[in-house]
């Protein structure tokens, strides 16, 4: 399984971006998928998971309410909309997936695959 993550950049707060992640290799309508974060000099962090089926979206406490998790299966990718950012948003954001689960959850190291990154400026 590849996943390929873009759509981030550098905007201001307040702005929007939205992240996409395209799975190739398996069939990703069968996978959880989530997006996890980075900030420089700290540690990765969940923001949002989703499940095959799509429904049930999981989101980190600081990011509800501003980012929108969803997926197309026809596509095989996952989106991630996000609103209202802020300059704590600033990170480098992955998309993983885990092939063994049907419900989203927030715990990295259950993850199978990884994608490379897209990196996410905001500017106050």
């Known amino acids: 399984v590849q996943l390929q993550a873009c759509g981030g950049g550098s905007v201001q707060a307040g702005d929007s971006l939205r992240l996409s992640c395209a799975a190739s290799?398996?069939?990703?309508?069968?996978?959880?998928t989530g997006w996890f974060r980075q900030a420089s000099g700290k540690e990765r962090e969940f923001v949002a998971a989703?499940?095959?089926?799509?429904?049930?979206?999981d989101y980190a406490d600081s990011v509800k309410g501003r980012f929108t998790i969803s997926r197309d299966n026809v596509k095989d990718t996952v989106y991630l909309q996000m609103n209202s950012l802020k300059s704590e948003d600033t990170a480098v954001y992955y998309c993983?997936?885990?092939?063994?689960?049907?419900?989203?959850?927030?715990?990295?190291?259950?993850?199978?695959?990884w994608g490379q990154g897209t990196e996410v400026t905001v500017s106050s």
């Open positions: 989703i499940s095959w089926s799509g429904g049930r979206p």
């Open positions: 993983a997936a885990d092939v063994t689960r049907d419900i989203s959850h927030n715990n990295a190291n259950e993850y199978d695959y």
């Open positions: 290799g398996r069939t990703f309508g069968l996978y959880i």
